[in-house]
């Protein structure tokens, strides 16, 4: 499956941004999807990402209440909005889709097998 994100960009604090990614070659009904992010310097972190049904979402701490992501499975995309933005979430934002995530695996970049080529988020203060 290829999976195309876009939407990064420049913004100010307190900002919005809203990143898409879609896929190609495969469903979201069979891979699961989720948002990572990589900081310069730093390993690539969980951002969001779904149940197998896409009934619960799961967020990191750090994102939760300012970031909401959504699904659509008929357009097979998958949505990740942006609000209240900062400086500290200045990454490479990924979009990531596996077919044997679980929920307790949900959170570790090791279980998705298919990566987007990253979009750019700057967050300027």
Same mark, same amino acid.
């Given at each position: ?25 495969? #469903? ?37 209440? $300012?970031? #909401?992501?959504? $699904? ?34 949900? $959170? ?18």
């Amino acid at each position: 499956v290829q999976l195309q994100a876009s939407g990064g960009g420049l913004v100010q604090t307190g900002g919005s941004l809203r990143l898409s990614c879609a896929a190609s070659g495969g #469903t979201f009904r069979t891979y699961r999807p989720a948002w990572f992010r990589q900081a310069p310097g730093k390993e690539r972190e969980f951002v969001a990402g779904f149940s197998r049904d896409g009934g619960t979402t799961f967020y990191s701490d750090s994102v939760k209440g $300012r970031f #909401t992501a959504s $699904r659509d499975n008929a357009k097979n995309t998958v949505i990740l909005q942006m609000d209240s933005l900062k400086p500290e979430d200045t990454a490479v934002y990924y979009c990531a889709a596996g077919s044997t995530v679980i929920s307790s695996t949900v $959170r570790y970049p090791t279980a998705y097998h298919y990566w987007g080529q990253g979009t750019q988020v700057t967050v300027s203060s």
